[in-house]
T-cell receptor, first 113, second 112 residues
């Protein structure tokens, strides 16, 4: 199946700093990518839909100014957590669609101290 | 808003079949049933999907009831590496793409 990568796989940062997470589709082009967040012992929650060349669509309750999404090319979407705080510590996962199937990245573990 | 109901947890002996049920009584005619699993601290992995016919691939079999209100994922010979959270999702993919919406899933523990 198609491969989706994420970078970094884990990151630790200080409170107040910004963190960028990359999501790449390695062997296919994805006009749409999705960003999820998963807290410990909970399910994945959709944060936003990232559209190549246009603004992202955010789910209710997700602050668009805090979670900046850029989908500059058909193979790359980035999620920037701005002014991160300890409550933003979570597992962030992206997915991309190829021929109607969803493929997920390996996730990025963010820890904000 | 997940449209499926799954048991919170199940366990299975290694080498035996693991049968994971899912209720989706409000499924509509153009919605598919998808199964994913998530091993601890990894991204979800696609397993199988179907519309109304039973499906089988190298990982699992999917049995969908005739009224489509429930389904069962079957891992024919469970191994310790099948220990994971299994998610059943229903979604309309008739437009060529869909957005998986995850419920709580079933935590499957395969024991020796």
């Amino acid at each position: 199946g198609a491969v989706v990568s994420q970078h970094p796989s884990w990151v630790i940062c200080k409170s107040g700093t910004s963190v960028k997470i990359e999501c790449r589709s390695l062997d296919f082009q994805a006009t749409t990518m999705f960003w999820y967040r998963q807290f410990p012992k909970q399910s994945l929650m959709l944060m936003a839909t990232s559209n190549e060349g246009s603004k992202a669509t955010y789910e209710q309750g997700v602050e668009k100014d805090k979670f900046l999404i850029n989908h500059a090319s058909l193979t790359l979407s980035t999620l920037t957590v701005t002014s991160a705080h300890p409550e933003d510590s979570s597992f962030y996962i992206c997915s991309a669609s190829d021929l109607g199937e969803q493929f997920f990245g390996p996730g990025t573990r963010l820890t904000v101290l | 808003d997940a449209k499926t109901t799954q048991p919170t947890s199940m366990d299975c002996a290694e080498g035996r079949a693991a049968n994971l049920p899912c209720n989706h009584s409000t499924i509509s005619g153009n919605e598919y049933v998808y199964w994913y699993r998530q091993i601890h601290s990894q991204g979800p992995q696609y397993i199988i999907h179907g519309l109304k016919n039973n499906e089988t691939n190298e990982m699992a079999s999917l049995i969908i009831t005739e009224d489509r209100k429930s389904s069962t994922l079957i891992l024919p010979h469970a191994t310790l590496r099948d220990t994971a959270v299994y998610y059943c999702i229903v979604s309309d993919a008739s437009g060529g793409s869909y957005i998986p919406t995850f419920g709580r899933g079933t935590s499957l523990i395969v024991h020796p």
